[in-house]
């Protein structure tokens, strides 16, 4: 009888710790805002502070998404349009200039629960790029549409739409003018390194917003949202609306949003590579990441970062540019926002 | 004295193969143009006899091109721009018509020394979208430009330029009209599968044209154009402009061109995971290629093909439909123009 008894009861302990593994699972979510040159010096205390508070507000609205159980698509979509919102970050209102004053918006979103996908490029009126990335996933047979195809698409579909007026903000204006005046593109920023250069320069980012989120289910998401490079010529395309270069999301890998010069991201398909090699490496998130940026990215020449989870909760955020605007929250009690190096 | 001439024999001999080794660079290409649901009874002789002979034609411009010694990047251009000028192919004049009748056209190339990489979207009266893909790569600071942006370009830098009227012709007009009076997409044609079916659903293709090449230097580089999915949305972006999705190349791997059904493509990142699979697991060409289209778009639920050329010149020509136009000349002498399965 007592053997029964300790059967029933060890028994019992497994049943809980069983149930306590599918309560358990770990979710949340990493946001990044960026990567680029600005050094605490450079940025100041009272910007610097700015962006601290809005990242840590967009970490607590995809948290609070999270933690009701809504899907890692629906805490995508909550945080980025937040973030398109706020003028701080280069995507949505506040996105930077092409060369002919004009905003030009990417966005993409992935699931890494059936590896759907949508994106747009080259959005100009639609207030919420990362929601027409979502409706072409839901709502179209297609991945990724362009322009004024993908703004049809929108506005038929009650989309909020914007005058491009809306988008452009005054620092951007005069960003863009100086720019212009030294007649250089936003990218090669070498001879500026080590704090040296002009404030506008030392400050520019390779403004992006993205966000790799975690349910409640399981189910990972990434989703990234641009005005692109300063300067760019009319209709480029970078890396954020390219699924495999700036975004991409497979529950048996992990979920990934990429900042930085674009064009380096597009030829290594980062996105994709950090899952490419923990799919046939086996490699952990952290090695995979680190090494797509530290070591492929580098070796080519390419600047910028990104963040990465895996579908445990582990969150990598490697980056070779002197900062990233960059935080996290999970279930179980890590919480970070970080702007520079450790 | 015999030993010392039997060993200056023997050098004589090993600095003779080794130096018929570096002459003996493999060099040639493979091309596709276009996967899908066309069988030798739908197709009938007359039109098989003509897509033979265009395929047969294309080789030998881009055997001989290589042949003279020039890059793999001026073979992919030859031979492409032949392709586009071909109104049997779904590419340059011939392409097929999106939902609103007009010819929007998409084309990438990518050269595996360096992985520099080119691309447009959506263009509509450039004459060789191949040709402003390597203007992209090799005059912009950019990989992707769409639509007007990358006509400007175009224009500025003195590529051939048509009305648009100039892309469309008869059969793709009566085409679209006879898919719309179906109120289908160019799509799912499964139910089709076994020969029933209208003609034009029978011979539809996911027309796309396509290029890998090996030149003497041996470099790889890969090229692929297309007029996308018949009645497609408007600004639809399919899978031939992303890099990493129709197109890849890496000289430690493998050169990469895709056709099929774009979405699944792009969500798959089928060109860069072929190459991930030959660099992280170490498989070759053919078992890399095979895997990704009969594993892993199969399981997803695409439909499609590719052609892969590692730098020994092995080629892979994996498909999932019923026939896939393509062919292959190198220079040890391999050569075919296959249609369908074996």
Redesign the interface.
Known sequence: MVNIRLLTSILLVLIALQSHHAWSQTYGLALHGGAGYMTPESLGPEKSKAYKDALQIALEIGYSTLKKGESSETAIINVISFLEDNELFNSGRGSVLNAEGQVEMDASI?LGKD???GAV??VTTTKHPIKAAALVMNE???????????E??SKQNKLEMEEPSYFITDEKRESLKKMQERNS?E?DKDQYKGGKGPSDVLNSKFGTVGVVALDKDGNLASGTSTGGMSN???????DSP????GT?ADNATCAVSCTGH??YF????VA??VS??MK??EWDVDKAASHVIHVELEN?GGKGGLIALDRRGNVSAPFNTPGMFRGWKLSDGREEVKMFKD
């Open positions: 992935m590896l759907s996908a490029a080259g179209s047979k297609h991945v990724m549409m362009a322009g004024d195809g993908a049809k698409f593109q990218l760019k010529m009319y209709n480029r395309i970078g390219v699924i495999g270069a991409y674009g064009e597009i030829r290594l398909a994709h590579e490419a090699l046939h490496r080519l």
